[in-house]
Protein backbone atom coordinates (compact mmCIF):
# COMPACT_ATOMS: atom_id res chain seq x y z
CA UNK A 1 0.00 0.00 0.00
CA UNK A 2 1.26 3.74 -0.61
CA UNK A 3 3.41 4.92 2.27
CA UNK A 4 1.77 7.94 2.47
CA UNK A 5 -2.01 6.36 3.12
CA UNK A 6 -0.78 3.81 4.99
CA UNK A 7 0.60 6.95 7.45
CA UNK A 8 -2.42 8.71 7.06
CA UNK A 9 -4.67 5.49 7.96
CA UNK A 10 -2.73 4.67 10.88
CA UNK A 11 -2.46 8.15 12.37
CA UNK A 12 -6.10 8.38 11.94
CA UNK A 13 -9.04 8.22 15.01
CA UNK A 14 -10.25 4.80 14.58
CA UNK A 15 -10.95 0.64 15.96
CA UNK A 16 -8.58 -0.89 13.41
CA UNK A 17 -5.78 -2.62 13.85
CA UNK A 18 -2.74 -1.93 11.05
CA UNK A 19 -2.66 -5.53 10.23
CA UNK A 20 -6.51 -5.93 10.00
CA UNK A 21 -6.42 -2.59 7.92
CA UNK A 22 -4.10 -4.11 5.80
CA UNK A 23 -5.92 -7.39 5.39
CA UNK A 24 -9.12 -4.35 4.48
CA UNK A 25 -7.03 -3.02 1.68
CA UNK A 26 -5.88 -6.35 -0.14
CA UNK A 27 -9.55 -7.59 0.15
CA UNK A 28 -10.37 -4.09 -1.60
CA UNK A 29 -8.14 -4.72 -4.37
CA UNK A 30 -9.18 -8.06 -4.93
CA UNK A 31 -12.82 -6.83 -5.24
CA UNK A 32 -12.10 -3.37 -7.21
CA UNK A 33 -11.30 -5.31 -10.32
CA UNK A 34 -15.17 -5.31 -10.45
CA UNK A 35 -17.06 -2.85 -9.22
CA UNK A 36 -17.57 -0.42 -6.36
CA UNK A 37 -16.92 -1.02 -2.90
CA UNK A 38 -19.28 0.18 0.21
CA UNK A 39 -18.57 0.23 3.87
CA UNK A 40 -20.79 0.78 6.56
CA UNK A 41 -19.51 2.58 9.63
CA UNK A 42 -17.02 6.05 8.75
CA UNK A 43 -16.39 6.97 11.58
CA UNK A 44 -13.23 9.30 11.44
CA UNK A 45 -11.77 7.70 7.95
CA UNK A 46 -9.59 4.85 9.17
CA UNK A 47 -10.77 2.23 7.38
CA UNK A 48 -11.93 4.63 4.39
CA UNK A 49 -8.58 5.00 3.52
CA UNK A 50 -7.09 1.57 3.17
CA UNK A 51 -10.18 0.95 1.05
CA UNK A 52 -10.07 4.23 -0.98
CA UNK A 53 -6.58 3.28 -1.46
CA UNK A 54 -7.35 0.03 -3.01
CA UNK A 55 -10.17 1.80 -4.91
CA UNK A 56 -7.75 4.32 -6.51
CA UNK A 57 -5.39 1.43 -7.66
CA UNK A 58 -8.03 -0.12 -9.33
CA UNK A 59 -9.89 3.03 -10.93
CA UNK A 60 -13.02 2.20 -8.39
CA UNK A 61 -14.73 3.91 -5.46
CA UNK A 62 -15.45 3.87 -2.28
CA UNK A 63 -18.99 4.57 -0.81
CA UNK A 64 -18.80 5.31 3.29
CA UNK A 65 -22.03 5.52 4.70
CA UNK A 66 -22.63 7.21 8.45
CA UNK A 67 -24.96 9.32 9.73
CA UNK A 68 -22.01 10.57 11.69
CA UNK A 69 -23.74 10.30 15.16
CA UNK A 70 -21.38 7.30 16.50
CA UNK A 71 -23.01 4.35 17.89
CA UNK A 72 -24.48 3.46 21.29
CA UNK A 73 -21.21 2.68 22.75
CA UNK A 74 -19.62 6.39 21.38
CA UNK A 75 -22.07 8.34 23.49
CA UNK A 76 -20.68 10.64 26.24
CA UNK A 77 -20.46 8.44 29.49
CA UNK A 78 -19.94 5.50 27.10
CA UNK A 79 -16.96 3.32 27.15
CA UNK A 80 -15.75 4.36 23.42
CA UNK A 81 -16.42 8.75 23.98
CA UNK A 82 -13.89 10.74 22.49
CA UNK A 83 -14.45 14.20 23.91
CA UNK A 84 -12.79 15.45 21.15
CA UNK A 85 -15.51 14.45 18.83
CA UNK A 86 -18.52 16.66 19.99
CA UNK A 87 -20.26 19.59 18.37
CA UNK A 88 -20.95 22.79 20.00
CA UNK A 89 -24.45 21.33 21.39
CA UNK A 90 -22.21 18.54 22.88
CA UNK A 91 -23.31 15.81 20.21
CA UNK A 92 -21.44 13.10 18.54
CA UNK A 93 -20.32 14.61 15.31
CA UNK A 94 -17.23 12.41 13.03
CA UNK A 95 -18.16 13.93 9.90
CA UNK A 96 -15.69 17.07 9.96
CA UNK A 97 -13.24 14.07 11.08
CA UNK A 98 -13.94 11.72 8.21
CA UNK A 99 -13.79 14.62 5.57
CA UNK A 100 -10.58 15.90 6.73
CA UNK A 101 -8.44 12.65 6.63
CA UNK A 102 -10.01 11.74 3.63
CA UNK A 103 -8.99 15.48 2.07
CA UNK A 104 -5.49 14.46 3.90
CA UNK A 105 -5.16 11.61 2.43
CA UNK A 106 -5.60 13.03 -1.60
CA UNK A 107 -9.09 10.51 -1.87
CA UNK A 108 -11.76 13.19 -2.69
CA UNK A 109 -12.28 11.68 -6.19
CA UNK A 110 -12.39 7.89 -4.98
CA UNK A 111 -13.73 8.05 -1.57
CA UNK A 112 -17.37 9.02 -1.54
CA UNK A 113 -19.23 10.06 1.81
CA UNK A 114 -22.70 9.33 2.30
CA UNK A 115 -24.11 10.48 5.84
CA UNK A 116 -27.67 8.71 6.41
CA UNK A 117 -28.55 5.70 8.46
CA UNK A 118 -27.57 2.33 6.66
CA UNK A 119 -30.99 0.28 6.50
CA UNK A 120 -32.08 3.82 4.50
CA UNK A 121 -29.69 4.07 2.25
CA UNK A 122 -29.99 0.44 1.07
CA UNK A 123 -33.47 0.85 0.51
CA UNK A 124 -32.79 3.05 -2.40
CA UNK A 125 -29.54 1.08 -3.70
CA UNK A 126 -29.80 -0.57 -6.95
CA UNK A 127 -26.15 -0.55 -8.25
CA UNK A 128 -24.44 -4.32 -7.71
CA UNK A 129 -21.15 -3.60 -5.29
CA UNK A 130 -18.20 -5.96 -5.14
CA UNK A 131 -16.80 -5.28 -1.59
CA UNK A 132 -19.20 -4.85 1.50
CA UNK A 133 -17.33 -4.30 4.67
CA UNK A 134 -19.98 -4.54 7.95
CA UNK A 135 -18.70 -2.54 10.64
CA UNK A 136 -21.47 0.05 11.56
CA UNK A 137 -23.55 -0.29 14.61
CA UNK A 138 -22.54 -3.55 17.38
CA UNK A 139 -26.29 -3.64 18.90
CA UNK A 140 -28.03 -7.08 17.08
CA UNK A 141 -30.54 -4.79 15.12
CA UNK A 142 -28.06 -2.68 13.79
CA UNK A 143 -25.53 -5.80 12.88
CA UNK A 144 -28.81 -7.46 11.47
CA UNK A 145 -30.49 -5.01 9.39
CA UNK A 146 -26.80 -3.91 7.87
CA UNK A 147 -26.19 -8.30 6.57
CA UNK A 148 -29.91 -8.31 5.29
CA UNK A 149 -30.09 -4.66 4.06
CA UNK A 150 -26.74 -5.21 2.18
CA UNK A 151 -25.28 -8.67 1.59
CA UNK A 152 -28.39 -8.74 -1.41
CA UNK A 153 -26.49 -5.79 -3.02
CA UNK A 154 -23.55 -7.41 -3.41
CA UNK A 155 -22.40 -9.21 -6.51
CA UNK A 156 -21.84 -12.87 -7.20
CA UNK A 157 -18.30 -13.81 -5.90
CA UNK A 158 -18.36 -10.13 -4.05
CA UNK A 159 -16.68 -10.39 -1.10
CA UNK A 160 -18.34 -9.52 2.32
CA UNK A 161 -16.03 -8.01 5.42
CA UNK A 162 -17.49 -7.70 8.62
CA UNK A 163 -15.27 -6.57 11.48
CA UNK A 164 -15.73 -7.13 15.07
CA UNK A 165 -16.25 -10.87 14.98
CA UNK A 166 -15.29 -12.15 18.09
CA UNK A 167 -16.27 -15.93 19.16
CA UNK A 168 -15.50 -15.55 22.62
CA UNK A 169 -17.91 -13.01 24.30
CA UNK A 170 -15.11 -12.53 26.92
CA UNK A 171 -13.65 -9.93 23.82
CA UNK A 172 -16.47 -7.99 22.96
CA UNK A 173 -19.98 -8.04 21.67
CA UNK A 174 -21.50 -10.74 19.65
CA UNK A 175 -23.80 -9.37 17.10
CA UNK A 176 -21.09 -8.84 14.31
CA UNK A 177 -20.16 -12.64 14.89
CA UNK A 178 -23.79 -13.66 14.69
CA UNK A 179 -24.41 -12.49 11.44
CA UNK A 180 -20.81 -13.94 10.33
CA UNK A 181 -22.44 -17.37 11.40
CA UNK A 182 -25.63 -16.75 9.72
CA UNK A 183 -23.89 -15.68 6.47
CA UNK A 184 -21.83 -18.82 6.88
CA UNK A 185 -24.49 -21.46 7.60
CA UNK A 186 -26.47 -19.72 4.81
CA UNK A 187 -24.34 -21.52 2.65
CA UNK A 188 -24.32 -18.70 -0.04
CA UNK A 189 -21.26 -17.30 0.88
CA UNK A 190 -17.16 -19.44 1.19
CA UNK A 191 -14.88 -17.84 4.01
CA UNK A 192 -11.65 -16.82 2.54
CA UNK A 193 -8.64 -15.84 4.81
CA UNK A 194 -9.16 -13.05 7.46
CA UNK A 195 -6.99 -11.41 9.93
CA UNK A 196 -8.03 -11.06 13.58
CA UNK A 197 -11.46 -9.69 13.94
CA UNK A 198 -11.64 -8.92 10.27
CA UNK A 199 -13.59 -11.84 8.35
CA UNK A 200 -13.91 -12.33 4.66
CA UNK A 201 -16.52 -14.34 2.35
CA UNK A 202 -17.05 -14.76 -0.71
CA UNK A 203 -20.52 -14.46 -2.21
CA UNK A 204 -21.42 -17.52 -3.97
CA UNK A 205 -24.85 -17.31 -4.96
CA UNK A 206 -28.10 -15.21 -3.32
CA UNK A 207 -28.76 -17.50 -0.23
CA UNK A 208 -28.13 -14.87 2.94
N1 LIG B 1 -14.68 1.85 10.30
C1 LIG B 1 -14.30 2.79 11.36
C2 LIG B 1 -15.01 2.57 12.67
C3 LIG B 1 -16.52 2.61 12.60
S1 LIG B 1 -17.24 2.87 14.20
C4 LIG B 1 -12.79 2.77 11.55
O1 LIG B 1 -12.06 2.23 10.72
O2 LIG B 1 -12.28 3.31 12.53
C5 LIG B 1 -18.93 2.61 13.86
C6 LIG B 1 -19.62 3.78 13.13
O3 LIG B 1 -20.88 3.31 12.69
C7 LIG B 1 -19.90 5.02 13.99
O4 LIG B 1 -19.25 6.13 13.45
C8 LIG B 1 -21.43 5.16 13.95
O5 LIG B 1 -21.89 6.53 13.82
C9 LIG B 1 -21.81 4.37 12.71
N2 LIG B 1 -23.14 3.81 12.72
C10 LIG B 1 -23.71 3.06 13.68
N3 LIG B 1 -24.94 2.67 13.33
C11 LIG B 1 -25.17 3.21 12.09
C12 LIG B 1 -26.28 3.18 11.18
N4 LIG B 1 -27.40 2.51 11.46
N5 LIG B 1 -26.18 3.85 10.02
C13 LIG B 1 -25.05 4.53 9.72
N6 LIG B 1 -23.96 4.59 10.52
C14 LIG B 1 -24.02 3.93 11.70
MG1 LIG C 1 -14.92 -2.08 14.05
Redesign the pocket.
Known amino acids: MDETLLEIAQA ?5 PDDEGLALYEAGLDAARDGPLL ?10 VYLGAAAKERGSSLFS ?7 EE ?1 QPGEEYHDPDLVDEEGR ?1 D ?1 LPWFRSTIEEAGLSNWVIGVV ?4 KVARAWTTPLALVFI ?3 HSRV ?1 AD ?2 YLSWAPKLMTGGLLAI ?1 DVFPDPADGGRAPFEIFERARASGGFEELQGCGSLRVLRKLDDRI
Do not use: W
Not at 12 to 16: E, L, S, T, W
Not at 116 to 119: A, L, Q, V
Open positions: AKGFMEIGSYCGKSAIDHHRGSNVTGSSPDGGAADH
